[in-house]
């Protein structure tokens, strides 16, 4: 079955605890990005990656950093975690190219204290 | 301004109600895509269309390339199809999605 997976779905940790939220995928996608989500806001681009070790900064990347060191594993990283990053977070993959439709992951809820 | 604006943000409907989801966008795009997602859930590509009309179920897209606009319909609406409708825009090279905020629709039985 084609899936996109997310770990831990939901998390909730201190200020400065740096946090790993993984992503994978088994469809053979090029192309993966981080998204987050906040009321009123929508989704916004975090990170993206167009192929394995290609990594480029999407809308808001502060706080963040990412690795693409496997074409089926992307994971964000929180170095040192801060409230303002309390949010829904969703990664998504497709192949890369125009014409090809975005499969979002379930999503991971993080609550910074 | 945002990029893609969504009208209306809140739609309350009755069961069996035809429904239209209105989305404008001012950048120049490849395509638009609506997504729904239900509460507590995941987020799901319902279409993906770059001119005409897609129809899919009792769901129906379209778009207007030179008024930059696009609508989602949904015919006898059912309370199964509450959720959040979005829609996004994509073109370049960096396959980058620009969403709108959403649309929250509560269909009534």
């Known amino acids: 079955e084609a899936q996109v997976t997310q770990n831990p779905r939901y998390l909730i940790t201190v200020t400065g605890k740096k946090l790993t939220v993984t992503c994978s995928q088994n469809?053979?996608?090029?192309?993966m990005s981080w998204y987050r989500q906040d009321p009123g806001l929508g989704l916004r681009q975090i990170y993206y990656?167009?192929?394995?070790?290609?990594?480029d900064k999407g809308d808001v990347p502060e706080g963040y950093k990412v690795s693409r060191k496997e074409k089926r594993n992307f994971p964000l990283i929180l170095e040192s975690p801060s409230p303002n990053q309390t949010s829904l977070y969703f990664c998504?993959?497709?192949?890369?190219?125009?014409?090809?439709?975005?499969?979002f992951g379930p999503g991971t809820r993080l609550t910074v204290t | 301004k945002n990029e893609v604006e969504q009208s209306p943000q809140n739609l309350t409907a009755q069961e069996g109600e035809f429904i239209t989801i209105n989305c404008s966008y001012s950048?120049?795009?490849?395509?638009l895509h609506w997504l729904q997602q239900h509460p507590g859930g995941g987020i799901v590509s319902l279409f993906m269309?770059?001119?005409g009309k897609k129809k899919h179920g009792r769901l129906i897209a379209t778009i207007n390339i030179q008024e930059k606009h696009s609508s989602l319909h949904i015919t006898a609406s059912h309370p199964r199809d509450s959720a959040v409708y979005i829609c996004?825009?994509?073109?370049?090279?960096?396959?980058?999605?620009?969403f709108g905020t959403g649309t929250l629709l509560a269909v009534q039985p």
């Open positions: 996004a825009v994509s073109g370049g090279a960096t396959n980058k999605l620009i």
């Open positions: 990656s167009m192929n394995v070790e290609v990594t």
């Open positions: 998504a993959t497709k192949y890369r190219g125009e014409w090809y439709e975005q499969y």
């Open positions: 950048v120049g795009i490849s395509a």
């Open positions: 269309l770059s001119s």
């Open positions: 469809m053979n996608h090029e192309y």
